[in-house]
């Protein structure tokens, strides 16, 4: 277990702000309850901020091709079926999980193949359960043309927590399932548009771990 490089500059920050804190609540505060139960809350906030920011290490050990591969860990909470008009421009199947401030929130390729779009819009905050999220919340979308043939778009999005969505995928990369697409902080959901086709292995309420749980078999595409 490794801590994601998006935590390490915060976890130092916020280490510092809770030893400042601490200092003279420790020297001034009496009775000696409170000093301790300060510095219990400060523990637990840290751990807390320390746990959302862990980065396992992981490595896809199922088969690849035609296979679709969760991003995130998380709850599915949608499954059905919308018009994508942003990279596919066309009708596909929406497959989303949403992931809890305890969740880990690293992202992973959910595909080996290649990224063709990259996009970052502006927009709410809305709850990301809400259906319409998917649409008017923060969000960034990639474009994925999978080794398959077939192409897919993964859209992460904001919520009412995550205000920061990262994408360390450029258009004309190399996708791997094995590693990260990007990361969102505290919170929120990401979306895979898959291919009208494909069948589907999990269904609203299952569980998932990113780069690990197998969501979906495509059909190969000449």
């Known amino acids: 277990m490794t801590i994601h490089r998006e935590g390490t500059n915060i976890l130092i920050l916020l280490f510092i702000v809770l030893g400042v804190l601490n200092i003279p609540v420790w020297l001034f505060m009496r009775p000696l309850i409170i000093p301790v139960c300060f510095s219990v809350v400060s523990v637990i906030v840290y751990s807390f901020v320390f746990n959302f920011f862990r980065c396992p290490v ?13 991003s995130v860990d998380g709850r599915v909470v949608a499954v059905e079926r919308v018009t994508e008009n942003e990279y596919l421009h066309s009708e596909a199947i929406m497959f989303s999980v949403f992931m809890s401030p305890l969740n880990v929130h690293a992202n992973w390729f959910p595909v080996d193949g290649k990224v063709e779009y990259v996009k970052h819009t502006r927009g709410r905050f809305l709850s990301a359960y809400l259906p319409k999220a998917s649409t008017e919340n923060e969000r960034s979308a990639v474009g994925i043309l999978c080794d398959d043939g077939n192409r897919i778009t993964v ?13 360390y995928a450029h258009k004309n990369d190399r996708a791997s399932i094995d590693e990260h697409l990007g990361f969102i902080k505290f919170g929120s959901r990401v979306d895979i548009y898959l291919p009208l086709d494909a069948d589907i292995l999990l269904k609203v309420g299952d569980i998932t771990r990113g780069g690990v749980t197998p969501v979906a078999i495509l059909k190969t595409k000449k």
Do not use: D, W
């Not at 992981?58 to 969760?70: A, T």
């Not at 859209?155 to 994408?167: K, L």
């Open 58 to 70: 992981r490595c896809y050990k199922g088969e690849r091709l035609n296979h679709v591969v969760s």
């Open 155 to 167: 859209r992460q999005i904001a919520g009412a927590m995550a205000r920061r969505i990262v994408t």
